[in-house]
């Protein structure tokens, strides 16, 4: 059995250590490309202040290089007895390079360890969930176009309120997609900041340039004060939860349409088949199975901010064991919530539109508030024309015009669209994926 970073001469209880590693190390592998990537820039720095020498930081680069790859492959492995990602990582370094791994951990804790991990971790996701929000924008807001002089019912309690379009509707959720970005974009503006060198959550005598390591691994700047940034654990996942969690609440709202759209009593939407699900008992059954579960996952993605807090929300200053925990909420969402995602842009792209909704008599009083305003503007007071229009529909002498002309910013007739895609793509901009991207790579290829 392996041998914690932390063990002296007494052996851990058996049951005591299944219980405290808990997940761990299941949830530890996803972390392994930036463990190591926070302890390449961690050594370069120590080698900058005098604590490693150039043949050592040479030796120690080129094996972290060789685990990188084993972790990227999908080949890195945490063995048994071994507690984390961080012990897994020293331990076959002390293999290869004997006492000279173990030299790593010099002005280090696996506190301010599993901070950079996680950072880096998280901001990594955040770019993908970035790319494939913003995929599903794209389709969104191609079908709004297309779609944009096809009229729908609008509807407020679930009753015929007055006229919509597809062009609104696709457009609608384009937008809160870009509102979603926003917060996404505070969130990794949060998750960009560099905990490396807070140790333990107290600062190290050793001395530490910590603007180094900050530079090495891309961030924007670091977190200061060396107990905010232990502070920051099980915020920035708080924080980066409420930005996938708004996401998700977009994205289970047009779902639920999708699901009311497509069924019988409404018909304005139609799936292909071969996106559907059949019954068992039933042999004409085309279900929209995919939208269901969506909207149960992202229902689901909802709940993770408050299960964080809940965590967190009693606990002082200082490092704790309890944060450990948030690591198996945390670590899946992003995959779940991609899957949802990707899902929905495939469904959006492919579902029929009926073009014919409004023929049904049952959809003509969505045009009584039209007709107010024809008289209104003709010169009658809005309240008079409001009084003449309702007797009309009480004594079932109500024929609707249902040409429509709207003009406003944003209205049937002018969707906007193009000042949308402005606003995302404005946003878009602020993210600095580059520099992070360029960071990391000068780190594995130096």
Known sequence: MATKLWEKSTQV??????????????????????????????????????????????ALLEELKSIYQLADTGNFI?????????????????RKLGDMGKKIHSGRSRNDQVLVDLKLFARAEIEKTVSTVSDLFDVLISQSNRYKDVLLPGYT????????????????????LADDLQLLLSAWKITNRNPLGSAAGYGSSFPLNRQLTTDLLGFDSMNYNVVYAQMGRGKMERTVANALASVAATVAKLAFDACMFTSQNFGFIKLPDEFTTGSSIMPHKKNPDVFELTRAKCNKLQSLPQQIMMITNNLPSGYFRDLQIIKEIFIPAFAELTDCLEMTAMMMSQVKVNTNILDDSRYDYLFSVEEVNRLTLAGIPFRDAYKQVGLEIEAGNFKPNKSINHTHQGSIGNLFNA??????NEILTQFTFEKVQKAEKLLLEK
């Not at 972390?31 to 930081?57: K, N």
């Not at 309690?157 to 809160?176: C, I, K, R, T």
């Open 13 to 58: 209880n058996a049951k005591i250590e299944a219980f405290t590693v808990g997940r761990d190390r299941e949830m530890d592998v996803f972390l392994a490309r930036y463990d190591v990537l926070g302890s390449m820039a961690h050594i370069r720095m120590l080698q900058s202040v005098g604590l490693l020498q150039t043949d050592e930081l040479e």
């Open 78 to 94: 945490i063995e048994e007895g071994v507690e984390d990602v961080h012990s897994q990582v020293e331990l076959l370094l002390t």
């Open 157 to 176: 309690h679930l009753q015929v309120a007055m006229p919509s379009s597809f062009g609104l509707w696709f457009g609608a959720y384009a937008e809160s």
């Open 419 to 424: 000042e949308i895609c402005s606003y995302k």
